[in-house]
């Protein structure tokens, strides 16, 4: 069931009393009086409200102008004006300015029940809208991956093709791109997907931790092995095993894992027998692997073990289309998580956005929504919802920026007239729409002649 906040904003107390008497018999209305505009628009900052009721004549603050306010700032709440009917004309022009619609006092609850109920519903039906459009984006994007532009679609296509094989798939691609999200879309698109997916990030340990981590230990094997472990490459029996930053693998313990991707059996620590191990293997690095091999920094032969399939994800800066669909879905999504209603983001923000190059990728560009849902008050994320560091690079990149002057502009303009014209000056006068002299004068300027 969906709960619904509602605001009742009227300076008479008993007024506010009774309304929110009647309202909260549903079991889904939240309701919260006030008794001026100031004081409800302030609490808007710290709650979601889907809808208010509010008196057109109030102290301070009218029922009109909060009106105006709420609108222009949260454009998913729906406004409900109270009035008396001496003053039923100024309900009509609130609702001209984006009211839902009037009830006259005195209040009579059924009425006012009904009209809240259909004032609700289409809060309700925005929602839902939200919510289909949310699942139509997703629909053949494997594992809720983002992007429409050529290479993102590429990428696509090749996962649905490679998905359902049990083939040895290299991901490469800068950190931040999404490396584990195409790992997961293989392993859900595969008949493996109900096995497990176990996922083990090769940087920052010793070749003993990684052989420990990865191939288990029998009792005994080592002081302190009191229990006999189970690895990773075991535990992902029948399912897929992801081996992220495999760059970063000791030379020593890549030839263990070479005999493993080989023979498909392990050893654990301490074990003399070998087991079978059923695993679909996917690896990834952020690193180019090839030219790695090629300076013995990777084993070679391992290296085409584990390239069968390669799937390169673009960084983001070169797929600056999808910046507007990524930022559209980490708003919906971090508007669910922080209760806002944040409805999309000014041109002057996602310019500053799309021209960033993004070090950190898709995961630097969703921090960055994160943070600004997070502390906007607005209904659109503007720049300064940006950190100040990211908006000032944006105005010295604007600044550094290689403009053609306006006297340069002019020279070329006459330059691409005279020569659509062949020459002829009374022509290019009349279509520059300037004195013939004029046009002489500002020929011999720019050495035109």
Request: proline residues 4%; charged residues 25%; positive net charge.
């Amino acid at each position: 069931m969906d709960l619904f906040k509602i605001a009742v904003i009227d300076d008479e107390t008993i007024v506010c009393r009774e309304v929110k008497r009647g309202l909260i018999k549903e079991k889904n209305w939240e309701v919260e009086t006030f008794q001026d505009g100031e004081t409800a628009l302030a609490r808007f900052k710290q709650v979601a409200f889907d809808l208010v009721l509010c008196d057109l004549r109030l102290p301070g603050l009218s029922g009109l102008e909060l009106l105006k306010a709420v609108r222009s700032n949260y454009p998913y709440c729906e406004f409900i004006i109270i009035t008396a009917y001496s003053t039923v004309d100024t309900a009509i022009q609130a609702i001209r300015a984006g009211a839902f619609h009037y009830v006259t006092k005195p209040i009579k609850m059924a009425e006012l029940k009904l009209l809240v109920r259909r004032a609700l519903d289409k809060v309700l039906l925005v929602r839902e809208k939200d919510a289909l459009r949310e699942e139509l984006f997703s629909q053949n994007r494997p594992a809720k991956m983002i992007g429409n532009s050529k290479a993102m679609l590429e990428v696509f296509h090749l996962i649905g093709k490679v998905a359902p094989l049990d083939c040895t798939v290299l991901i490469q691609g800068e950190s931040g791109t999404g490396k584990e999200m195409v790992a997961r879309a293989l392993h859900q698109r595969n008949p493996r997907s109900n096995c497990p997916f176990i996922s083990f990030n090769c940087g920052g340990f010793t070749e003993e931790l990684i052989a420990n981590e990865l191939f288990g230990h029998e009792k005994g094997a080592f002081t302190g092995a009191a229990e006999a472990k189970v690895g990773l490459l075991e535990a992902a029996h029948r399912g897929t095993i992801f081996l992220d930053e495999i760059s970063e693998m000791p030379i020593s313990m890549q030839t263990k894992l070479l005999r493993f991707v080989e023979e498909r059996t392990l050893i654990r620590v301490g074990g003399v027998k070998a087991q079978p191990i059923d695993a679909r293997l996917v690896a990834a690095s952020n690193r180019d692997l090839k030219s790695m091999a090629e300076k013995r920094e990777f084993r070679e032969d391992l290296y085409y073990r584990l390239n069968v399939v390669n799937i390169t994800l673009p960084p983001l800066r070169n797929r600056t289309d999808d910046i507007p669909l990524l930022v559209q879905h980490f708003l919906g999504k971090y508007n669910r998580a922080f209760n806002k209603k944040i409805g999309g983001i000014s041109t002057e923000t996602l310019d500053i956005l799309t021209q960033y190059p993004f070090p950190g990728n898709v995961r630097e560009l969703e921090n960055l929504i994160e943070r600004a849902v997070a502390l906007s008050d607005g209904s659109v994320l503007k720049p300064y919802d940006l950190p100040s560091d990211l908006r000032e690079l944006s105005m010295s990149n604007f600044e550094t920026h290689s403009w053609p002057s306006l006297e340069e502009q002019e020279k070329h303009y006459i330059q691409q007239v005279l020569l659509k014209t062949n020459g002829r000056k009374g022509l290019a006068a009349s279509i520059l729409k300037i004195p013939r002299t004029t046009l002489w004068r500002k020929m011999k300027y720019h050495q035109l002649n």
